[in-house]
């Protein structure tokens, strides 16, 4: 079955320098991969996904994903961190009905 | 446009009680998806609908039914809840429910406690 994995619980960085949080998954077709955010008390909201093409996906909110065959990664970047990105981070990959979710990583950005 | 709502906000169960869920989409999409959410566990996918009239089940269907009498409704019904059904529930939509590409789109979330 397919599978996402998030290595990491906690990301702390500082305001104003660059992101990463991990994302590595498992599948045996096409990887279809997705990011999502969740703001307390909120439901997730999508942020990019990538389905085929640029190994380099632009999203919402200055967010992008860097898509990795070889290394079978889909790591979550922004060059510059805000406060305001503090929020917990899901990746997951789909297939058909199916979507699998990480455990998920929280970010949080100190000023 | 509202997106999806769901209902209750939150609530406090006592075990062996039968609770439904509800959820509304507004999208036009064919698909609904209900899932849990555990800590440390991310989201698990409970039941799934890929047009009225049809559902299937997820990761985690055991103690709970759906039904999706319309494009926009998709209730979830805990028949006799009990406490290891503690979680937060999400109900989601996308456009084409064998779409791998396709977004699926949130709701809010119900947090549930069963006492």
């Known amino acids: 079955a397919q599978s996402v994995a998030q290595p990491e619980d906690q990301v702390n960085v500082a305001e104003g320098n660059p992101l990463t949080v991990k994302c590595t998954y498992s599948?045996?077709?096409?990887?279809?991969l997705f990011w999502y955010v969740q703001y307390p008390n909120r439901g997730l909201q999508f942020l990019l996904k990538?389905?085929?093409?640029?190994?380099l996906v632009k999203g919402s909110y200055g967010f992008e994903a860097e898509f990795n065959k070889s290394q079978t990664s889909f790591h979550l970047k922004k060059p510059s961190a805000l406060v305001s990105d503090s929020a917990l981070y899901f990746c997951a990959v789909r297939e058909a009905h199916d979507m699998r979710f990480g455990a998920g990583t929280r970010l949080t950005v100190k000023p | 446009i509202a997106g999806i709502t769901q209902a209750p906000t939150s609530q406090i169960l006592a075990a062996g009680r039968r609770m439904t869920l509800r959820c509304t989409q507004d999208?036009?999409?064919?698909?609904m998806y209900w899932y849990r959410q555990d800590l440390g566990l991310g989201l698990r996918l409970i039941h799934y609908s890929n047009t009225a009239g049809t559902t299937g089940k997820g990761e985690v269907p055991d103690g709970y039914s759906v039904s999706r009498a319309n494009t926009d409704d998709f209730p979830l019904t805990l028949a006799s809840a009990v406490p290891s059904q503690t979680s937060v529930y999400f109900c989601a939509s996308s456009d084409r429910g064998g779409a791998s590409t396709d977004t699926q789109y949130f709701g809010p979330g119900t947090r549930l406690t069963v006492l």
């Open positions: 990538y389905i085929t093409g640029d190994n």
């Open positions: 599948v045996s077709g096409n990887p279809y």
């Open positions: 999208m036009r999409h064919n698909a």
